[in-house]
């Protein structure tokens, strides 16, 4: 059994009678890219924090290669040697690029011509190169935080913690940043950990998400488990299913249950036995909208009347009462082609497969 590179049990954290951090248990291995995400204030900094030994929990233990490293000071500074932090906000300091990417190295006493390789190497790697002379404080945002991930990755660290990396930037420089990280990770097997409330830059960049709210690690799995499985109506309504539908399974033919829905009765693959208290999830783009009913081998259509349209971005979402609330995402194009409108009848269809469905906790 290999151990984990960073491990917690049961750590906590309080702010004075306030608890950021509530007994979140976690294994980072070597190599994982693990995203952490969740709204503003969940707690997701504070981790980072706790992971990255800048804080001591307020209980719980936390180690490095199996090692506990909790209380003890000079442990946490050797462990904090092989990491490397960017903050949300980087600070760099009024001289040239190349000195700032430097820093991290000169306090660590390393030799100069070891130093002048690996600042090199390090804007290479982000592609700051010919910033090299300029001074850190004439960068835009974008640049100044590709100076820090220069200067983080400058110590060749095992774990490089991220805060929220694009958090302030246009989408340029989103990208620009995005397409760095996706490259690092690609090519130097360092381990990441990075917090984002932006769910698919977690999913465009990372192995491994954990859902962090309220201060709760709620949920952790590759991209798609948290996205098409999610395994809590909190975690569900993060990620975006859009319908969140409360029912009770009705009946069930071998794996194909029916689910009684404000009236409708939803078909849908489940485990789960007749009379269970359960949310059936649907995502918004996994349903089709049609002005007539159509022979389609979906097993669920329901007629509808339409009671919003709203336009967001080169899609439109469509809120529809079947008797129970729907949401639909459709492009602009078909909005347009189908002439969707308030309170226009439509017909809703989606496949049983389609369906996700999870225990009704709440």
Not at 233 to 258: F, K, P, Q, Y
Not at 292 to 314: C, K, M, Q, W
Request: net charge neutral; charged share 25%.
């Amino acid at each position: 059994m290999s151990m984990a590179l960073i491990e917690t049990v049961n750590i906590a954290q309080k702010y004075g009678r306030q608890e950021i951090i509530k007994d979140i248990s976690l294994k980072v291995e070597q190599g994982d890219v693990l995203a952490l995400i969740g709204p503003t204030g969940a707690g997701k900094t504070t981790l980072l924090r706790l992971l990255d030994l800048l804080e001591v929990p307020a209980s719980g233990c936390i180690y490095l290669d199996g090692e506990e490293v909790t209380a003890s000071k000079r442990l946490r500074l050797r462990a904090r040697r092989r990491m490397s932090f960017v903050l949300q906000k980087p600070v760099v300091f009024n001289m040239s690029v190349r000195d700032n990417v430097a820093c991290g190295l000169k306090w660590r006493k390393e030799k100069e011509s070891s130093i002048s390789q690996r600042v090199n190497s390090a804007l290479e790697l982000v592609g700051m190169t010919e910033y090299s002379s300029r001074n850190a404080r004439t960068l835009s945002g974008g640049e100044t935080q590709l100076v820090a991930i220069a200067r983080a990755l400058a110590i060749a660290p095992e774990v490089l913690f991220l805060d929220e990396p694009t958090a302030n930037l246009d989408p340029v420089s989103t990208a620009k940043i995005e397409e760095v990280l996706a490259h690092i990770i690609g090519g130097q097997k360092t381990t990441v950990v990075m917090a984002t409330h932006d769910m698919s830059q977690g999913q465009r960049l990372a192995g491994r998400i954990g859902v962090i709210i309220n201060g709760e690690l709620l949920q952790t799995g590759s991209p798609t488990d948290i996205f098409s499985t999610p395994g809590d109506t909190r975690v569900a309504e993060l990620v975006g299913v859009g319908n969140i539908l409360g029912g009770v399974i009705a009946n069930r033919d071998n794996e194909l249950v029916s689910i009684e829905v404000g009236g409708g009765l939803i078909q849908a693959i489940s485990e789960h036995s007749i009379g269970a208290e359960v949310h059936a999830l649907i995502r918004p783009e996994d349903i089709t909208l049609a002005l007539h009913r159509d022979a389609s081998s979906a097993r669920n259509t329901f007629e509808g009347r339409i009671t919003r349209v709203l336009p967001v971005g080169a899609l439109v979402r469509v809120e529809i009462d079947c008797g129970f609330p729907l949401l639909a995402v459709v492009t602009r194009r078909s909005a347009q082609d189908l002439d969707l409108a308030a309170d226009k009848g439509v017909y809703a269809t989606f496949k049983a497969t389609a369906v996700h469905v999870i225990k009704r906790w709440n």
